[in-house]
């Protein structure tokens, strides 16, 4: 098994730019079954989780190809509309290409995603969403057969919860839906105004994505476009959390800066300084220790994303003083924590709390990645850490983060991947 080498307490020092979102890839990914002809996605990261929708879509019957950063989707012959069990556990958010093949070709058999690391990912939402537009869902001892006759009807949805995939599961059933459908409490984040963009650009008609009420008038048909994937917002805060952590200078490029305005402020109360430009975020470090953060609420879109809370709280360790953090969003989502604990960091939970009271100084040790943005907050941790940190079950981090250390290197980390 892969594992990361890192010998730590370089600053990291110069510029590096941001992949393209995984978070939006996925959902654009499988709204490419809706798609006439060929799509092309420009940005779209060579992620791991990315191979398992490409692998989804060429499952059902669609020709797939990689270019570099562009994949190209032709759906002209989608023949299936069963997902076999192994690729949907592969992805657990593959749950997002059941409105997809649902729309185009009035059925899916798909397998119930279950549990994950962040504790029960339950769909109910989704399902109940779907239903609501005309969808049969047979649950059946883990599996579910869904079948709608002719088009998905438009329909009037609240959510309970701003849910992401939900939202997005719903744009792409209603996208070709008859009638006009409405979200309420929709999720507000920058990767359904990416979805919106992008089915509109194939002929939808979405307006209000990125705002909390979402209408949808469905269309018959969708021809296929080229679109390019917005930055990643979760990498481009993992990698100031590393310039942070390290007591470095560095510059993420080729971001949105908008979407980072719910983090940025925390790296400034840490007693960083931060300047963003055009589509850049330069990131200097104190002299001295980083300051502690009052607290870290994750929140929904436009407030903290729960995504950054790990890389935050590597940075958080070796503060002066107590951080608070507050996880709102999943239930168990600081699996990290016992990891960070081997390096030296001093972190007690409590429930959805969790109290960081920083320390001088971590210690490199042999950790496990236990989740993707886990796995990130070890790297951040072991780039600042005295000694060497070993990081094992690195697929997680795969999953997210394109070659993470030939990313790093640049900036003068000594970090490898060893067989
Ligand atoms: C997406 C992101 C993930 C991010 C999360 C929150 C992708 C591929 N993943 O995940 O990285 O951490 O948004 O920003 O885009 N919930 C229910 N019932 C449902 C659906 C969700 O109870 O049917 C709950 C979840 O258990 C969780 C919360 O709602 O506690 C948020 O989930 P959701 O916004 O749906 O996250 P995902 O779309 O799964």
Known sequence: MERLVISGETPLQGGIDVHGAKNSSLPLLAATVL?????????????????????????????????????????????????????????????????????????????????????????????RALRKLGLEIREDRGSLECTVSGR?????????????????????????????????????????????????????????????????????????????????????ATYLCCGAATGGDVEVRKVNTAHLAGILPIFEEMGCQVKTSNDSVRLIAPKGRLKSVRDVRTMPYPGFPTDA??????????????????????????KHAAELARMGARIKLEGRVALVEGVPKLYGAQVMATDLRGGAALVAAGLAAEGQTVIQDIKHIDRGYERIEEALRPLGANIHREL
């Open 309 to 334: 809370q790990a890389p935050i709280m590597a940075v958080a360790a070796l503060a002066d003083g107590t951080s608070v953090f507050v996880e709102n969003i999943f239930e168990s989502r600081y």
């Open 35 to 127: 798609c006439h002809g060929q799509t092309a996605l420009h940005n779209c990261p060579e992620l791991s989780d990315v191979a398992a929708a490409c692998e989804i879509l060429s499952y059902l019957g669609c020709q797939v190809e990689r270019e570099g950063r562009t994949v190209l989707v032709d759906a002209t012959n989608v023949t299936g509309g069963a997902v076999p069990d192994s690729l949907m556990r592969e992805m657990r958010s593959s749950i997002v290409f059941l409105g997809a093949i649902a729309a185009r070709v009035g059925h899916a058999d798909i397998s119930f995603p279950g549990g994950c690391e962040l504790g029960p990912r339950p769909i109910d939402l989704h399902l």
């Open 152 to 236: 998905m009807k438009g329909a009037n949805i609240t959510l309970s919860f701003p849910s992401v995939g939900a939202t997005e599961n719903i744009l792409l059933a209603a996208a070709t839906a008859d009638g006009t459908t409405v979200i309420n409490n929709a999720a507000q984040e920058p990767e359904i105004a990416d979805l919106a963009d992008f089915l509109n650009r194939c002929g939808a008609d979405v307006r209000g994505a990125g705002e909390g009420v979402i209408t949808i008038r469905g269309v018959e048909r969708l021809e296929s476009c080229e679109h390019t994937v917005i930055p990643d917002r979760i990498v481009a």
